[in-house]
């Protein structure tokens, strides 16, 4: 499928940036179409949160052309920022307010906000909507923040590692929130170092390393494309645990059916993981 | 080439951005619903001026030689412009270099909030602090300590354009000096110091005709010693001229200082106001 460039949401070509001495993204390219979700992958000090931050327009860099929703993030007007929202890695918001009263407040700054009770709602603090910011657990204050980040009913969502600190429950809960986005139309961005996170939310991905993207594509079809081969594993008779990689792995199957007369011992196959295809790919394999 | 099914809501044409004022006022009473909300800050805030009041003018108390005034009286415009610099300049320059490093001012960058909403809502803030701080300590200085409130109309509108003007000028230099600390943990320390040193010679707590010509000449640099000259002029009797560096209130000279240092504050602000912290480029 060609993507025409007017239908890319976010389109960055050949992104540079540098710290001094230090090159945090080395040539990047993206293209994120319109109403997908797309998972920016990767270890950290990869180059995602750089990334992102160009992206939000809070951010110079030094080589690249960059498009957001049609225009350079670098020289971004308010009608633009009205329609990219934004959920920061370290969050810091007004603890003397209510949850409400801030929710309120940051709809003001929009043309066409949501609205703000409903926004509360998606995000489950309901229960919480007259309560002092102060007074919310880490989980609650990071659910404020993707409140404030859509309730401008953004176009884009841009998202940096928004569920680092939650608990598997409020995980959970928050993929359910992203899906819920993501079905209204919103294009989503997000980083991520957690793999089932990206597997579970992103249309596609890229994997980057060092700064720079060294895969990209549907979850399945990394996993296809990367993830060769199959482990078998069995017990012997004595109890001994055995284990053998095979590119055949039906052929290994049918020679132990024949070895031991029937049922297998705790036979396993298992395809590579994602996480195994990451691992490789990001040059980490030997940490397992 | 493919269409995607989704239809993108960018076509959809837009409302009409909130303006400037508007929002201004919104950030306004939402800066003073979050400080009210700090008990203890506010008490601090309004009470320093008024304790620091009451020590020296009740430690000091005799008359002041050939002006016909007690060093009391001299006490109370002196801690009314410390007042409205404590309101202006030394809230602000705290708030916001702690608010630059919680990264709150960062999080507004990425809004379509036009920035001028920001330095409004301020502006708000201080006007209302500085007001009822001022009304606090000339309720202190009237009751206790023998001061007037002027009898003619043209005091009370040279009262009103000190204070108005004083209070710009501090509250653009508290913005402008809210970028040099480093982060918001030494913000206190490097908007306090230079702060004290003023109210040294600007004749805060010291008479001006005991501190030495050179040091009241650098005072007279910054706003704070005209702002004490000013509130002079307001409120002590004419007979106490006598006791200043020209021997009289030099209220052209105080407007044209005051106006200088708005408009110098104004063009700091802009120069040098940063969202994001050093660090985070």
Same mark, same amino acid.
């Given at each position: ?37 797309? !998972? ?40 633009? $920022? ?31 906000? $949501? ?36 309730? !401008? ?136 | ?38 008990? /203890? ?6 009470? #320093?001026?008024?304790? #620091? ?47 630059? /490093? ?45 001061? /007037? ?85 307001? #409120? ?46």
């Amino acid at each position: 499928m060609t993507t025409h460039a007017k239908d890319l949401a976010v389109d960055v070509r050949g992104l540079r940036k540098r710290y001094g001495d230090v090159t945090a993204v080395d040539g990047i390219d993206l293209g994120i179409r319109q109403g997908e979700v797309f !998972g920016l992958l990767g270890p950290n000090g990869a180059g995602k949160s750089t990334t992102v931050e160009i992206l939000q327009g809070n951010r110079s860099r030094d080589a690249g052309e960059v498009s957001v929703l049609g225009a350079d993030p670098a020289h971004g007007t308010r009608a633009w $920022r009205s329609r990219v929202g934004i959920v920061w890695q370290d969050e810091s918001a007004p603890a003397e307010l209510t949850v409400d009263e801030t929710v309120r407040h940051f709809a003001r700054y929009y043309p066409r906000p $949501r609205d703000p009770e409903e926004v509360i709602g998606l995000v489950g603090l309901e229960a919480k909507a007259g309560s002092r910011i102060k007074a919310l657990s880490g989980g609650q204050r990071r659910r404020l923040d993707v409140a404030l980040g859509v309730i !401008g009913g953004p176009d884009l969502l841009l998202l940096d590692e928004p569920t680092t600190g939650f608990d598997p429950a409020a995980r959970r809960q928050f993929w359910d929130l992203i899906r819920k986005l993501s079905d209204e139309g919103t294009t989503i961005l997000l980083t991520t170092h957690y793999l089932e996170e990206a597997e579970a939310l992103a249309d596609r991905l890229a994997v980057v390393t060092l700064g720079q993207v060294v895969a990209e594509g549907e979850p399945a079809a990394l996993r296809e494309r990367y993830g060769t081969g199959a482990t078998v594993e069995w017990s012997e008779p004595d109890g001994t645990p055995r284990a053998e990689r095979t590119d055949t792995p039906t052929r290994t199957i049918a020679e132990l059916t024949l070895r031991f007369d029937g049922e297998i011992p705790a036979l396993r196959v298992s395809r590579p993981t994602l996480e195994d295809v990451y691992l490789r790919l990001t040059g980490q394999e030997d940490a397992r | 080439m493919t269409t995607t099914a989704v239809r993108p809501r960018t076509e959809t044409p837009g409302g009409r951005l909130p303006g400037t004022w508007g929002l201004g006022l919104r950030r306004g009473a939402l800066e003073l619903k979050q400080f009210f909300r700090q008990r /203890d800050q506010v008490v601090f805030t309004f009470a #320093f001026p008024v304790v #620091f009041l009451f020590l020296f003018a009740s430690i000091f108390r005799d008359d002041v030689q050939d002006a016909g005034i007690t060093a009391s009286q001299l006490y109370v415009p002196a801690m009314m412009a410390a007042g409205i610099m404590s309101t202006s300049f030394q809230s602000l320059g705290i708030s916001i270099a702690i608010e630059r /490093d919680e990264k709150v001012l960062r999080r507004l960058r990425g809004t379509p909030m036009p920035p001028a909403a920001y330095f409004l809502g301020k502006i708000w803030l201080v006007l209302v602090t500085g007001v009822l701080e001022t009304a606090i300590l000339l309720a202190v200085g009237t009751t206790l300590y023998d001061v /007037d409130l002027p009898s003619d109309t043209g005091r009370w509108f040279d009262f009103g354009w000190i204070f108005l003007l004083g209070l710009t000028a501090c509250a653009l230099l508290g913005i402008a000096i809210s970028s040099v600390p480093k982060s918001g943990r030494s913000a206190s320390s490097v908007v306090v110091l230079p702060f004290l040193v003023l109210q040294f010679i600007s004749g805060v707590y010291i008479a001006i005709d005991t501190i030495p010509d050179w040091m009241l000449n650098i005072g007279a640099l910054f706003p704070l010693k005209w702002m004490c000259q000013g509130l002079r002029g307001v #409120f002590l009797p004419e007979s106490a001229q006598v006791l200043e560096q020209t021997g009289s209130w030099e209220f052209g000279r105080i407007a044209l200082v005051l106006g200088a240092w708005c408009v110098g504050g104004l063009l700091l602000c802009l120069l040098t106001f940063r969202w994001k912290n050093r660090r985070d480029g």
